[in-house]
């Protein structure tokens, strides 16, 4: 979500290439299993319901869907995965917080610590970033799939808190409590959304003027995001559009 987290919105652009990509369907099945653990049924799991909806945006297959729900309610057997969230810094001291699901904590901390040192970032303690994260549900709809007016009217009346428009689609973000009416309203309206997840959006954001500094932080986070451990990253940082110009070309 470009208005909301300037990562969320550049990986945006290249979803549905990394959604060919078999380590991206084997995280969302991981998201899952692990929200499965809360109950099996999404009507009365949210979170369940965000991982679902998040998976079928870039087409997991069904029967991988409900493989994934079976192990996290212990109708199958499956590995014994941990959820772990990795706080530090990347270049200009933007904040970076890295959640993940792993099935062994002694090879993943490592890992993630060197990624953040080789990029001029550097892993710190427990909640030295957390504090400027709030979990939010949110909704990327293509501009041609719904029309603004009528989009925000439905949205804000099931429960969402803030809508935007932006170059890549209407961008809703609602309390996750609230995560299942939005979802409820979109799809009864017909609308498909291109996104929809529970994530963390930065409180305070850190604006990058620095080419080379911006350059590092991009790499940092798909680093991060290419890990096959890693669910999700989030940051604070955005970088102007000149800066991206220089970086694209």
């Not at 550049?10 to 290439?17: D, G, L, N, S, T």
């Not at 790499?219 to 669910?231: C, G």
Request: charged share 30%; proline share 2%; glycine share 8%.
């Amino acid at each position: 979500m470009s208005g909301h987290s300037h990562w969320a919105g550049i990986k945006h652009k290249k979803a549905m290439v990394d959604a060919k990509r078999g380590k991206l369907w084997s995280k969302l099945a991981k998201a899952i299993i692990i929200a499965a653990k809360g109950g099996g049924d999404p009507d009365a799991n949210f979170r369940l319901r965000a991982a679902i909806d998040e998976a079928k945006a870039v087409s997991l297959p069904k029967e991988n869907i409900q493989r994934a729900i079976k192990t996290g309610t212990g109708e199958l057997k499956g590995a014994d995965l941990e959820e772990l969230v990795y706080e530090g810094y990347g270049a200009d001291g933007v904040a970076v917080l890295c959640e993940s699901l792993t099935d062994n904590r002694n090879r993943t901390a490592p890992e993630i610590r060197k990624i953040f040192e080789v990029c001029g970032g550097k892993l710190g303690a427990t909640g030295c970033v957390a504090w400027n994260f709030e979990k939010k549900g949110m909704f990327v709809v293509a501009l041609d799939a719904a029309n603004e007016e009528s989009l925000m009217e439905l949205a804000l009346e099931a429960g969402a808190d803030d809508f935007e428009k932006t170059d890549d689609g209407y961008e809703i973000a609602c309390q996750p409590d609230n995560y299942k009416a939005v979802s409820d309203a979109i799809a009864k309206a017909g609308i498909e959304p291109e996104a929809a997840q529970l994530g963390l959006i930065a409180k305070d954001r850190v604006e990058v003027k620095n080419a080379d500094a911006a350059a590092k932080i991009l790499k940092l986070m798909e680093m991060l995001d290419d890990h096959e451990d890693v669910q999700r990253v989030s940051s604070n940082f955005v970088i102007p559009d000149e800066i991206m110009a220089k970086l694209e070309n």
